[in-house]
Nanobody, 114 residues
Framework: QVQFVESGGGLVKPGGSLRLSCQVSGIAFSIYAMAWYRQAPGKQRELVARIRYGGDTEYVDSVKGRFTISRDNAKDTLYLQMNSLEVEDTAIYYC????????WGQGTQVTVSS
């Protein structure tokens, strides 16, 4: 069974930065496209960014130029560097495969507030 363990969230002021990490186990991480998703209060979970096994990346328009997704296949770890954070980025952030697996981790809370 695949497991996702997200970390790195926290409270940050608008304009600040955070780096999220996701340790993945139970799958051959390097062969899968991976993604970061987020769920804001009262909203549906949405795709934020994805990265193919070869390294190609795609982003939702609202985070383009501010977020960077990356992966370390040797460590089975997915990252999300988030810069110029905005209040609207407040959400629980999850990593998963793309397309997503049925299993989810606990996520990591990101709160952007002054």
């Amino acid at each position: 069974q695949v497991q996702f363990v997200e970390s790195g969230g926290g409270l940050v002021k608008p304009g600040g930065s955070l780096r999220l990490s996701c340790q993945v186990s139970g799958i051959a991480f390097s062969i899968y496209a991976m993604a970061w998703y987020r769920q804001a209060p009262g909203k549906q979970r949405e795709l934020v960014a994805r990265i193919r096994y070869g390294g190609d990346t795609e982003y939702v328009d609202s985070v383009k130029g501010r977020f960077t997704i990356s992966r370390d296949n040797a460590k089975d770890t997915l990252y999300l560097q988030m810069n110029s954070l905005e209040v609207e980025d407040t959400a629980i952030y999850y990593c998963n495969k793309f397309p997503r697996d049925v299993y989810w981790g606990q996520g990591t809370q990101v709160t952007v507030s002054s």
